[in-house]
Structures are given as C-alpha cells and as structure tokens.
C-alpha cells in the first residue's frame, strides 16, 4: 500500500484546547466548540428545537416536512438522511462493524457502543417501581433524556437530565462516568410500550430502546428491602410507653437516614433524621453506621397510629422500608427491665423489655 501525504492545504492545523480533535478548517473548529459551549444558534421554526450547526437542522426539518430523498435499492424504504440510509443496508447486508471490548457483541450502530443499558426489556407489576442503569462513553454529549414512541423520531420526550421537561414519575440523574439512572415510579396500566434513552448530538442523538411491560399481577418483591432490613413490620403498644425500632443496611456510603410519616413512601412527612435537619421531641435517630440505625418514639400519643417509613437517601431514588404502629387504649404497665444501655451519639437508648416493649423501668414484678 502507497501513502500519499494529504495536500499542504489540507493539514489539521486548527486543534481544541478542550479536546484532542483538530481541524482542517477555522470554521469546522468554530463549529466544533459548540458542542464545548451548548451554544445552539440554529433552531426549528416549527418545534423549537435548536442546532449546533445548520445542516443538522435542515435534516431535522424534514421530519415535519415528509421529505425523505435518499431510498435503499434492496427494498425501496426511504430516509431522511445518508446516513440513516447507510445504517439501514447493514440490514441487508448482515454487516456489525462496532464491537464491545468488554463482551464481544456486535452492533450495526456505533450508538448502541456508545450508550449501553442492563436491560432491553422491563417486566413489572402495576404499582411496582423500576431503575434502569445505562452507561455511556462520550462524556462531552450534555442532555440526556427519556421519551416514549414506537420510533426514535417520532417519541415525547418525558423528562430530561437538564429540567426541561419534568415528570412526578419518573426521574432521570446524570451521574457522568458513574452512569445514567432512570427511575420510574408507581406503574399504571397504560405504561406499558417501548421507551427511548437518548442523547444529545449535533447532527444525530444517540438513543437506545427499552420495552416495558406492565402485569396485573401484585407487587411483592421490594429490592430495598434487601438493602434496608427493620427488627418489626408492626408495632402495637399501649398510650404512653415507648418502642425502640432497630435496623440494619448494607451500603455505608449513603448519607441522611430519616423518619417519615404517611401512607405513600412519595408523600410521607419527615418527623426527624440523622442530620439533625429536622427535629422532634419524642422521636430520637441514631445512625450507629455499621452497628445499625435506631428510631426511639417516646409517649405515644392517640393520634400516632399510622404507617412510617425508615428511609435513606439516594442520588436517584431513596431506600425506604414501612413499619405500622398501633397504639391501643391499655394501660401502660411499666416493669423493672434492666437492660443494657446502647451508647450511641448524643443519645443513650436501652433495649425495650422482652415483656411490653417499653425501656422504661417501673412495675412488672415477674422481670428481673
């Protein structure tokens, strides 16, 4: 093979301070920096979606205007773009030029190397949640984003990672080189269908489908609740005694712990946390990390029944586990429970007697 050497006038002169890429052309580099900058000067008059260079927006017109000049001999199906059109003979042709280093798999679109997710397709119950983990290499793309539709070009984009478009449901968080997370919440009936994880590019986003299929069936299994674990799933304790609830967690990275009341782990109160952020009277928590985390509520009042929640944040969506207390209309018999008290930051908690749950020590003639 013969190298010849490119023509003077052709040379990459013109080189990113940002990047490793260079040019041949002061224009292709000012082109080029927009994708440094987000600066998108070119934008459609019918959407509103703006460019970081023309020719990316005159392709995208003709999605509105139908027009789709470049067809494929073999079957005759038509395209909007050359390079649409190119991806679709591999089709034909058989041809997976992109490969993964890790597994080996191979693809017909660089864009399926470059943003990969755990899974193709999400079967769940109604009412369940999911997370979807997803990593990508090109760490210079900005907006992420997750939208609905049989076709890539054609799906509503449901959230993104820039809060353009919000969503109650689902939550979509950027981690960078740690991944991308897509968190969807309380599955209805009507969520089932196929789903798109996108990003932003200058001439073509690069996006990857997920189907999910959402069953009839009940919502048993909790994930969380292998990561967060209580002693109790029901407390039931007289008017003013007082119960110490102890838990165990598995990840020691993750930071505030708190306590939350209310029927929905979405819309719970937090009556206290490990911050000291909020603060309550008669409710103490202690985060002991490895040793466990303790929730003491003193003098239970009337009007304390009700489910809580023990939760622990998380960048895209907290661990929580329930626990329902009943209070009831006996009378508090204290006992002369002596337990070992537990030292922990601030606050000295005793385990609760094995007879009424209570660590206060009074009455009950039969503990010793």
Known sequence: MVLRK????????????????????????????????????YSCEECGKTFTQSSALKSHQRI????????????GTTFTTSGNLKLHQHIHTGEKPYSCEECGTTFTQSASLQLQCDKKQITAPLG?????????????LSNKYWCRGESRRTCEVLVDSEGKTRSTRVHIVDARSRGLFVRVLDLQKGDSGVYWV???????DIMTSVRVVVTEGVWKVFTASLQLQCD???????????????????NQLLSNKYWCRGESRRTCEVLVDSEGKTRSTRVHIVDARSRGLFVRVLDLQKGDSGVYWVGMDRPYADIMT???????????????????????????????????????????????
Not at 64 to 75: I, M, N, R, V
Not at 235 to 249: E, H, K, M, R, V
């Open 128 to 140: 369940s949640d999911f997370l979807l983990s997803c990593s990508y290499e090109n760490q210079l």
């Open 322 to 368: 329930s626990v329902r207390v009943v209070v009831t209309e006996g009378e508090n018999t204290h006992c002369r429970w002596r337990g070992f008290n537990i030292e922990l930051t601030g606050i000295t908690m005793k385990p609760p007697c094995p007879v009424c749950q209570s660590a206060d020590a009074q009455d009950h003639s039969d503990v010793t």
């Open 64 to 75: 509105h205007t139908g027009e789709k000049p470049y067809s494929c001999e073999e079957c």
């Open 6 to 41: 490119k023509p003077k006038g052709r040379e990459r002169r013109h080189s990113c301070q940002q990047c490793d890429k260079s040019f041949t052309t002061s224009g292709n580099l000012k082109s080029h920096l927009r994708i440094h900058t987000g600066e998108k000067p």
């Open 232 to 250: 109790k799933k029901q407390i039931t304790a007289p008017l003013g005694s007082d119960f110490l609830l102890s838990c165990s967690y598995e």
């Open 198 to 204: 996108g990003m932003d590019r200058p001439y073509a």
